[in-house]
């Protein structure tokens, strides 16, 4: 690691000033989980580290419009264990749940988790080629391992899949997210918030330099109180998707009203199953139509040598869950140890 | 001998050293307190073949801190015959991630840091990383470890194979696997003078000990290596790893105590790894099951370094009767770094392709795998002739089937499903060859009424201390609590290392003999200890020498319950069996710890694990604990073993045979052949990964989906 | 917040080694108050291991992937290494060495030696600190992934929510189904 100077800011007008005196080094500190693994591996090292934690954005609270506004320090323990949350977007709080492990959701903080980097290994390796780290070093992954990358929207430049679990739940819930930057607050919606690879790999967001997450809200969504987050991963805890679904569904009489879909593991960003959506509103809620449905947004998917399992699996997570969430049923939500 | 006394040997006698662990205070090697401890870190190669052209430290060594930079360069050479261990003692990188450098510093802050800023330029050479099907480099070595020939051949195995009325031709392949142990490799140095100590995480001090003195020309009374605590090793640490080296030239460079704990990462580069196999199994047998012909052929690799020929082949000698019988292997030496123990070398690799085929002719024969097994029990070993010390796979596979409820299971596959699952179960045999090595000991008496056993034993989590102050409680007539065993450490009597199942009865050997020769002094000098103690001495080389000739295996059996969800690939272990005949059990608590501790890496290496191989740039890619998945807690469901009293008088005093292994042996066949029962699809390429299964869910019978 | 002045932090450092920044913190380990200069790159694990002697909490990855770090910061589990030194300024740490009454073990330290929940007890500082921390959690009705209904504020901490929330401890030496058996023995 480094050196580097540590500040702790007391408020978001501080931490974003401090940023500005020192935009090629400074960086904010979460929780950390991410950002010091990644300086450990030098793949983040910041010359000024702003420590953002003690900001007062610490509680989850009833938006003024209705929905959540839950402050980007929260840690995503406590995101998980809130009783609105639980009540009436459960997809989130099994979306957390189903991340990382008990410690690190302790320290997690929710700005932390939507920032965190991709878990490809190329890119944790500094001794290796990695577009996302060097700009223009070239990504072996596209022809290397990639068992484990994105099957949607992924560009010869770079083949990696956001990690976060939350953010999917998040990007399916239509979340948004409330920045400070030197130009004052903005909003910036999910999806919307991660970008697609492209030429620039090395951007994982929209945000500009020294923007800082203060807090995302929810939008009231009556059928986010019927949701639910279902995760495929190589070990039973502790594992990063191979696929993850994120639904809610609103199915009356046979028929979808509305519905939300999301998919992770699939690409680099939290994947919005829009085509997915769009086919199901209004027509019935059948088996048939949910396979149709993700059919549709599959449709789009260019596996990659070695992952193409990926497209059958997220076809059946989509299928299931939307099965799941009409019928009531299975609420295994971890698909753990019968 | 010690057979007549009330006994502690085979109760649950709880970890002697644990309330040590479980408060904080057991120290691992890295924990020792120094004064004025340097900070060593290692830098490893960034390309897997090739030659050094410069190294440049000027930016390491400008970072406050740091006291030097070590390298072919300037590292005095050493001398020793691992060139594994013969760090900086030229310009050749023969692995990615091999030590080309190190940076000792103040702090360990600065040491990585610096680290990082030590320039290697490289002349980097074509290399390759891949063990694939017949390899045009592929050879037979002369012998596969430790000492067996490469090829044994019985009968006509080919004649045999045409003539037989049914048979069974597959390849089934292994990943490399790497054995992380929780504890990194760790060395703290301390010289002085010409003396030095290294606190060590190693699988055997005098073993450490030897070869630190070989490095660098020391006699072994001027080294010293202290493990009284290891935090894991399965074979990684039993041959003395380049950390340990380190920390010595370090520690002599810079003129203070210096110590090394390699990061995870570096850990899949230079603490060693169980090769990567390629194995076609040739079953022959007739009507009834009984088999004709046996062939296993075994392509693995090794380095560019030095040869490592695990003994894969090996079971195949001696698990089942045939006639007709050929084993072979092959090696390829790779641009990798050299294959190293891993538990069970041989035994565990081997078993997982001899125990699948006996499934897969079982499924041919239409017979229950478990009396396919009986009918080709061999009464003698089959190679050697030579009578087994005892053989009890029958039973453990008849009371397992017992306890596991296999009466009237079902075979036909793929056919069982709840809910999403399907459901299936498979069984497997297990084997382990049941050795020792020659070992001292010392017992002392002291006026207070206690005991001191003393042997450079190692405890890595084995339980070995716990079994020895068993032993010698009742080698002694005491209770334990008036027993310490003082191990871990080379300046006690010179013992062999934690390996092979071998350690406590090579070590029990010598305990055991060494407290009933103190009880004979004890007896002639009238029961009374003198003032300044009494103690006595054993030797067990001559013991071993005149062993008979006996075939001495522990044997098992495994049975596994898999769940497999043919939508999303998933698999789940709800039930998993072991049942062992392994002499006897000295501690009933620590040696089911054993077991379940086996099995469970067992199930890991056939659902979770695997080290991927770098193509394009050498060495591993998933090198860390977030992507090489060992088991979490939430992988592991019912789990248990139990085991056969065996009553074997061809072994050492205490009648036992080692544990530490057999746990891992025949658990992945069970669950590959549990997931064949399952879903009717036989998966012969380890793991057995969601994408796997997905990928050939077409042939899975009812898929719902 | 002390805001360097421009161009001091970062580009400086990358051109000219200078000596790191420490900071001072103050921190309560254990129930004692300790005052150090720590270097800002710092984990709390290695404080705790190369500056206080306190050895207990163990390094297996230093990337928060193993969970053999494991302590209690404010009451709450965390991973140590991936935890800068310098951000714990005024909190409470515990590590297993904190768990231990005087001389009384802890429940859930006797009920490991009782059970036999470790064989190299390299993970064991861990495995204890982590389930000290999760059974406060489960008794503040905390849900965890494998929890049937995510509104229920009173789960039961059977075999299998033990096993999900101690998934962070990796042990490889297998000894799961005991540590499962210890943390249900003591949590009732």
Redesign the interface.
């Known amino acids: 690691m480094r050196p580097f100077t540590f500040v702790r800011a007391i408020d978001a007008d501080q931490a974003v000033a401090g940023y500005a005196r020192e935009p090629e080094w400074a960086m904010y500190l979460g929780g950390g989980t991410n950002l010091v693994d990644l300086m450990r591996l030098g793949v983040a090292e910041p010359g000024l580290l702003i420590d953002v934690t003690r900001l007062p954005y610490d509680r989850v609270e009833e938006a003024p419009g209705g929905g959540l506004r839950i402050g980007a320090a929260v840690r995503n323990s406590d995101l998980a264990a809130d009783p609105a949350v639980r009540r009436d977007y459960p997809v989130l709080a099994a979306a957390l749940l189903a991340g990382a492990s008990g410690q690190l959701r302790n320290q997690a903080t929710v700005g932390g988790n939507l920032l965190q980097r991709t878990r490809c290994g190329y890119f944790q390796d500094v001794t290796k080629p990695c577009n996302k780290r060097r700009s223009g070093s070239g990504c072996p992954a596209v022809e290397g391992d990639h068992r484990n990358l994105a099957i949607l929207g992924h560009s010869e430049h770079c083949v990696a899949t956001h990690p976060s679990d939350m953010a999917v739940a998040l990007t399916a819930l239509g979340a948004t997210v409330h920045v400070r930057g030197r130009a004052g607050e903005r909003i910036v919606p999910m999806p919307g918030l991660h970008r697609l690879p492209g030429d620039e790999p090395d951007r994982d967001t929209v945000l500009d330099p020294g923007d800082l997450i203060t807090a995302v809200e929810l939008p009231p969504l009556e059928l986010a109180a019927r949701s639910r987050y279902r995760k495929v991963r190589e070990r039973a805890s502790f594992a990063f998707a191979l696929v993850s679904v994120a639904a809610a569904l609103d199915a009356e009489d046979g028929a979808v009203r509305d519905c939300r879909i999301a998919l992770g593991g699939v690409a680099h960003v939290p994947w919005r199953a829009e085509a997915a959506e769009e086919e199901l509103r209004g027509g019935p809620a059948t088996d048939d139509a949910f396979r149709a449905a993700a059919d549709a947004e599959l449709a789009a998917a260019r596996p990659l040598r070695d992952n193409g399992y990926k497209v059958p699996l997220a076809r059946e997570l989509i299928v299931r869950t939307l099965a799941e969430l009409r019928d009531g049923t299975g609420a295994d939500a971890s698909g753990g140890t019968p | 001998m010690t057979t007549d006394i009330e006994r502690v040997t085979g109760t649950a006698l709880d970890r002697v050293e644990g309330r040590d662990k479980v408060t904080g205070l057991a120290r691992y090697a890295y924990e020792y307190p120094a004064d004025d401890i340097a900070y060593v870190v290692p830098v490893p190669a960034a390309i897997a073949r090739g030659t050094i052209t410069g190294i440049d430290p000027g930016d390491a060594l400008a970072v406050p801190g740091v006291l030097t930079v070590l390298s072919f360069r300037n590292a005095p050479p050493l001398a020793g015959n691992d060139p594994e261990l013969r760090i900086f003692s030229s310009d050749r990188v023969s692995y990615r991630g091999q030590m080309v450098a190190a940076v000792v510093a103040d702090t360990l802050e600065a040491a990585a840091e610096a680290a990082r800023l030590v320039h290697v330029g490289y002349d980097a050479e074509p290399h390759d990383v891949l063990l694939r099907p017949d390899h045009p480099e592929a050879y037979v070595p002369e012998k596969v470890n430790p000492s067996f020939p490469a090829v044994s051949e019985q009968g006509d195995v080919e004649a045999a194979l045409g003539d037989a009325a049914v048979t069974v031709d597959t390849t089934y392949t292994t990943p490399a696997y790497h054995n992380n142990a929780m504890e990194p490799h760790a060395t703290l140095a301390v010289w002085s003078g010409d003396r030095l100590t290294a606190y060590d995480s190693n699988q055997g001090s005098s073993t450490a000990r030897d070869m630190l003195a070989a490095a660098f020309g020391l006699e072994p009374g001027q080294v010293r290596v202290v493990s009284p605590h290891v935090g894991g090793g399965f074979g990684s640490k039993g041959t003395p790893r380049p950390q340990i080296v380190l920390a010595a030239l370090a520690a002599r460079a810079v003129g203070r105590p210096a110590k090394v704990a390699l990061t995870r990462q570096h850990m899949f580069a230079v603490t060693g790894y169980r090769t990567p196999s390629i194995q076609r199994v040739r079953l022959g047998a007739d009507a009834s099951g009984r088999m004709t012909a046996l062939a296993h052929e075994v392509e693995e690799q090794t380095s560019t370094l030095k040869e490592f020929a695990e003994q894969t082949a090996v079971p195949s000698r001696m698990m089942y009767a045939a006639p007709n019988r050929l084993t072979t292997h092959r090696v390829v030496a790779l641009d990798v770094a050299t294959p190293s123990w891993m538990r069970a070398p041989g035994e565990c690799p081997g078993m997982y392709a001899l125990e699948s085929a006996m499934d897969e002719l079982a499924v041919a024969c239409g017979l229950d795998p478990i009396e396919l097994r009986v009918r080709n029990e061999p009464e003698e070993d089959p190679e050697s002739g030579l009578p087994w010390s005892s053989r009890n796979v029958v039973a453990c596979l008849r009371e397992g089937a017992a306890w596991f409820g296999w009466a009237g299971r079902d075979p036909a596959p793929g056919v069982r499903r709840d809910g999403r699952w399907l459901v299936g179960t498979g069984v497997a045999a297990s084997t382990y060859p049941a050795r020792r090595r020659p070992s001292e000991a010392t017992a002392r008496a002291t006026a207070d009424g206690r005991f001191t056993v003393r042997i450079a034993a190692a405890d890595i989590g084995t339980g070995s201390r716990t079994a020895l102050t068993q032993i010698a409680a009742d080698a002694l007539g005491v209770p334990p609590e008036r027993v310490d065993v003082r191990i871990g450490d080379s300046a006690l009597p010179t013992a062999s290392l934690a390996g092979g199942s071998m350690g406590t009865a090579s070590w029990g050997s010598a305990v055991a003999m060494a407290c009933v020769r103190l009880r004979e002094r004890l007896d002639g000098a009238g029961g009374e200890v003198p003032e300044d103690g009494i103690e006595a001495r054993y030797d067990t080389a001559d013991d071993i020498k005149a062993d008979a000739a006996y075939a001495r295996h522990a044997f098992g059996a495994q049975f596994a319950e898999v769940r497999v969800d043919p939508g999303t690939g998933e698999i789940r272990v709800p039930r998993l069996l072991g049942v062992f005949a392994a002499g006897r059990i000295i501690n009933a608590k620590t040696a089911r710890s054993q077991f379940i501790g086996g099995m469970t890496m067992g199930l890991a290496m056939a659902l979770l694990e695997e080290s991927v191989p770098d193509a394009e740039f050498g060495g591993f890619l998933n090198h860390d604990l977030a992507q090489y998945h060992v088991p979490a807690n939430a992988d592991v469901a019912n789990i248990d073993a139990r085991w056969i009293e065996e009553d074997d008088p061809h072994l050492n005093p205490m009648g036992s045979k080692g544990i530490g292994e057999i746990g891992i042996v025949g658990t992945a066949a069970a669950i590959g052949n549990a997931v064949h029962h399952a879903t009717g699809v036989r998966f012969r390429d380890l793991p057995i990964r969601p994408d796997r299964v997905l990928d050939r869910a077409p042939q899975i019978g009812g898929r719902n989906l | 917040?002390?805001?360097?002045?421009?161009?001091?932090?970062?580009?400086a450092?990358?051109t000219?080694?200078?000596?790191?920044?420490r900071?001072d913190v103050t921190v309560s380990v254990n129930g004692a108050v300790e005052r150090i200069k720590v270097?800002?790159?710092?984990?709390l694990l290695?404080v705790l291991?190369?500056r206080l002697?306190?050895?207990?909490?163990?390094?297996?990855?230093?990337?928060?992937?193993?969970?053999?770090c494991?302590v209690l910061?404010d009451g709450?589990?965390?991973?140590a290494c991936?935890?800068?030194a310098?951000?714990v300024?005024q909190a409470e740490v515990v590590?297993?060495?904190g768990?231990?009454d005087g001389t009384r073990?802890h429940p859930l330290?006797?009920a490991?030696?009782?059970r036999?929940a470790?064989?190299?007890?390299?993970?064991?500082?861990g495995q204890?600190c982590?389930a000290v921390?999760?059974l406060a959690?489960a008794a503040?009705?905390?849900?965890?992934?494998?929890?049937?209904?995510?509104?229920d504020?009173a789960p039961v901490l059977d075999?299998?929510e033990?096993?999900?929330?101690?998934?962070?401890?990796?042990?490889?030496?297998?000894?799961?189904?005991?540590?499962?058996a210890a943390i249900g023995e003591v949590a009732g």
């Open positions: 917040m002390d805001v360097p002045s421009k161009g001091t932090a970062g580009g450092q990358r000219a080694a200078r000596p790191p920044a900071t270097d800002n790159r710092a984990s290695d291991r190369e002697g306190l050895t207990g909490a163990k390094k297996g990855c230093d990337h928060g992937q193993c969970g053999a494991t910061l709450r589990r965390v991973n991936l935890i800068l310098v951000t300024d590590t297993v060495e768990l231990t073990l330290q006797a490991f030696i009782e036999d470790f064989q190299c007890g390299y993970c064991t500082p204890l982590s921390g999760m959690e503040k009705g905390r849900a965890s992934a494998v929890t049937a209904d995510l509104a504020d075999e299998a033990i096993r999900e929330r101690m998934s962070g401890n990796l042990c490889r030496c297998g000894a799961y189904p005991n540590i499962v």
